[in-house]
Nanobody, 123 residues
């Protein structure tokens, strides 16, 4: 069982930036970020395949960047130009099975999940 630990959340004003990190305790393939706002379902935000391909939901394209430091077994989500609608609990997720890119790029086939971290953007 792989443990995922998120870091870097907090409160920021609209237009500001935050960088989330997610450290994995073991080997993973693709990794991704999801978020859940109050009263809404969890949604896919971004994914990074084991071949370094990336995918983003439309609302964050051009503002968020997912990256990975393999030496630290950590994935990051750089979030710029944050808006109040980005307020949510953000979850890190990891794929253990080298699933196909079609699934990973749509936020599917993730097996491990972090505990979530709060991001609040004030207007």
């Amino acid at each position: 069982q792989v443990q995922l630990v998120e870091s870097g959340g907090g409160l920021v004003q609209a237009g500001g930036s935050l960088r989330l990190g997610c450290a994995a305790s073991g080997r993973t393939y693709a990794m991704g970020w999801f978020r859940q706002a109050p009263g809404k379902e969890r949604e896919f935000v971004a994914s990074l395949g084991w071949s370094s391909r990336t995918a983003y939901t439309d609302s964050v394209k051009g503002r968020f960047t997912i990256s990975r430091d393999n030496a630290k077994n950590t994935v990051y989500l750089q979030m710029n130009s944050l808006q109040p609608e980005d307020t949510a609990v953000y979850y890190c997720a990891a794929d253990r099975d080298a699933s196909d890119w079609y699934s990973i790029s749509r936020g599917r086939e993730f097996d491990y999940w972090g505990q979530g971290i709060q991001v609040t953007v004030s207007s």
